[in-house]
């Protein structure tokens, strides 16, 4: 899961593009509260901010991991007060009871912002972590494909995960295609799951590239199959210090 300039630039054009409706959506794209490698443990804090002024708000959450099946999740309500944030340590424990990963889902009848920060409490912990704000790709028509720039493999050194959201129900199938700094293209792979958030650990080990050594590369993320609402991001990890920094995507045009 995982710098932030990418991750400005995409939420930037994702809000250019929006326009709220009467009831206002979010997804946090990646949230978790269990172990990953190498001894990690991820926790994510979560922000919610209501935009109203006099009155207090509610938020309902719904979480929604890999497991095919949950196609409506229970929501849970949360009170925003006007103004202030309210902020939520290792929100997916204390809002769903949940020790997993997974995509969070917000909507409100009132407008708010989210934005959240997953980072590792485990072995050689204290890392700053990865803010990965909520955004609104809900009533946003959807891209056939999305860019994931400065992704690295080194064994050892870096690893890259690879994670897809989406918010309509049926099976979601991607291409995903690796170029390197040179932009040559070195692999490709599909994709297909019905859940609504995957994540690829170690995506370079999975397409059969795990000895590759590539600084600087990128993703094509194709959706060649399914409907509605998606989204994907990548999450580069220091495998030294377990430090992540997330990639949000960026949609290309052509002209």
């Not at 700094?181 to 059969?208: C, E, P």
């Amino acid at each position: 899961m995982r710098t932030n300039l990418t991750a400005l630039c995409v939420i930037a054009f994702l809000m250019t593009g929006a326009t709220l409706a009467a009831e206002t959506v979010r997804w946090i794209p990646a949230a978790a509260s269990n172990d990953g490698a190498f001894g990690t443990r991820w926790t994510t804090t979560l922000w919610i901010h209501s935009l109203a002024t006099d009155a207090e708000v509610t938020v309902y959450a719904s979480f929604y991991p890999d497991q095919d099946g949950v196609a409506e999740p229970e929501e849970v309500a949360i009170t925003a007060p006007p103004v202030q944030p309210v902020e939520i340590s290792d929100a997916v424990m204390e809002i769903f009871g949940e020790s997993r990963a997974g995509a969070i889902r917000l909507r409100s009848e009132h407008p708010f912002e989210a934005r959240s920060r997953t980072a590792n409490d485990g072995a050689g912990g204290g890392s700053f972590g990865q803010g990965i704000p909520a955004i609104p790709f809900e009533g946003i028509a959807p891209p056939e494909f999305m860019v994931l720039p400065m992704v690295h493999t080194d064994p050892g050194n870096f690893h890259t995960n690879l994670g897809i959201v989406h918010a309509s129900a049926g099976n979601l199938q991607v291409q995903v295609q690796v170029f390197n700094a040179a932009g040559s293209m070195i692999g490709t792979k599909n994709y297909s799951h019905t859940a609504a958030w995957r994540q690829v650990n170690d995506l370079f080990d999975d397409m059969g590239l795990g000895n590759q050594i590539m600084y600087g590369g990128w993703l094509r993320v194709t959706r060649t199959g399914g409907t509605g609402y998606w989204t994907c991001y990548a999450s580069v990890v220091d495998d030294r210090t377990n430090d992540p920094t997330y990639v949000a995507p960026v949609e290309v045009f052509y002209p």
